[in-house]
């Protein structure tokens, strides 16, 4: 079955460190999604693709993070530089668009520490 | 800014009980969905009901939805152990983004 990749799985970086997360969403899936998940809350939406294009990313902290998808497939947020307040769950999710689906497929995370 | 709200936050039972968590919500959506997500892992999708859909089944599960007052119920019937996980509803209200509650953390004890 196919899955959405991520990596690295863990990350641990000091304060003011640039660090990047990688996705690989499910083949042929045209919407990718980075979400943030600090612990003990649900996760919130950080930016969604389509395709290439940012379709929102209205709750993204421009001021240091930003994320790719330059070809349409694969894609990475960076932050630059990592605050204390960064450590958190980071969820990558991919969706269909063919079809009546609103299913979103999340991958494993990479939960980044700040330290 | 999370749209729904779980209840409860923690719900502790015995092996082969039900277990019920609620979820209520502020505005009007298109569909509302739940997730499951054990620790430390990503979330794993159970089962969307629509706007227009008042209950849905999934094998031991079962969902219903009130759109009059904003609420959705998720049921586990004959719960396991391999069932302890922390459950999450998601409201989509357009496009496809979707917008979590803070969760119920569920324990099921052998």
């Known amino acids: 079955e196919a899955e959405v990749a991520q990596s690295p799985r863990y990350k641990i970086t000091e304060k003011s460190q640039a660090v990047a997360f990688w996705c690989d969403p499910i083949?042929?899936?045209?919407?990718l999604y980075w979400y943030r998940q600090i612990l003990g809350q649900g996760p919130e939406l950080l930016v969604q693709?389509?395709?290439?294009?940012?379709?929102?990313d209205s709750q993204l902290p421009k001021d240091r993070f930003s994320a790719e998808r330059l070809k349409g497939v694969d894609s990475t947020l960076k932050i630059q530089p990592a605050e204390l307040g960064d450590s958190a769950m980071y969820l990558c999710?991919?969706?269909?668009?063919?079809?009546?689906?609103?299913?979103?497929?999340f991958g494993p995370g990479t939960r980044l520490t700040v330290l | 800014s999370q749209q729904g709200e779980e209840d409860p936050q923690a719900l502790s039972i015995q092996e082969g009980e039900n277990a019920t968590m609620n979820c209520s919500y502020k505005?009007?959506?298109?569909?509302l969905q739940w997730y499951r997500q054990n620790s430390g892992r990503g979330l794993v999708h159970l089962i969307l009901?629509?706007?227009?859909?008042r209950e849905k089944h999934s094998g031991r599960l079962r969902v219903t939805l009130d759109t009059s007052k904003k609420s959705s119920s998720l049921l586990i019937t004959a719960s396991r152990a391999a069932d302890t996980a922390s459950y999450f509803c998601?409201?989509?209200?357009?496009?496809?983004?979707?917008?979590f509650g803070e969760g119920t953390q569920l324990t099921v004890n052998p």
């Open positions: 998601a409201t989509v209200t357009s496009g496809s983004r979707l917008t």
């Open positions: 999710a991919s969706r269909s668009d063919r079809g009546r689906t609103d299913t979103q497929y």
């Open positions: 009901i629509r706007s227009n859909e």
């Open positions: 693709f389509q395709d290439e294009s940012v379709v929102d």
């Open positions: 505005t009007s959506i298109n569909n």
């Open positions: 083949s042929g899936h045209a919407t």
